[in-house]
């Protein structure tokens, strides 16, 4: 069975909404084992443990919560290790125009810089799911639609 992991950072609760509404959707692929857990749960070596890794973050001045750089920092230890594996990003922020695109770049940049595939979306958030303060219906929409399609991807690949 292909194994996901679903973690984050959130102070305000928004962040960790949408990391329910995407491991809701990627729940639903039945051969996808999906594990969801708070950024501080997760260890640079727990990485190894997964066929796909998704990070969300809220917006901090434009880029990435410092909880969420600190994985990725101490990532740096398996870069190599983590070449194949299916990655994805989301992000939450205080208003429009806050950052949630750069956000969600910052993190697929360094995900690929570990060597993982990244999906885009051609018909939702482009880069990945992004919220605007509370998700709303929208966004609750496109975590789910995320978490499905790249739980659809990760089952592809582990055949």
Not at 37 to 62: K, M, N, Q, T, W
Not at 64 to 77: G, P, Q, R, T, W
Not at 103 to 126: N, Y
Not at 132 to 158: I, N, Q, W, Y
């Amino acid at each position: 069975m292909a194994t996901m992991l679903i973690c984050y950072y959130s102070r305000s609760g928004n962040t960790e909404k949408m990391a329910e509404e995407v491991a809701a959707g990627a729940r639903e692929v039945a051969s996808v084992s999906v594990d969801l857990r708070p950024i501080g749960e997760v260890s640079p070596d727990a990485l190894l443990d997964f066929d796909c890794i998704v990070i969300g973050s809220p917006v901090y001045y434009g880029t990435m919560a410092a909880e969420v750089k600190e994985l990725i920092d101490k990532s740096v230890e398996h870069h190599g290790k983590l070449t194949g594996k299916i990655g994805g990003a989301f992000a939450s922020s205080g208003g429009p125009g806050g950052g949630n695109e750069t956000t969600v770049l910052d993190i697929v940049k360094a995900l690929l810089i570990h060597g993982m595939i990244v999906q885009g979306d051609a018909e939702g958030d482009h880069y990945g799911p992004i919220a605007v303060g509370a998700p709303d219906e929208r966004s609750r929409k496109e975590c789910h639609r995320f978490g499905r399609r790249t739980a659809e991807l990760v089952a592809k690949m582990a055949r």
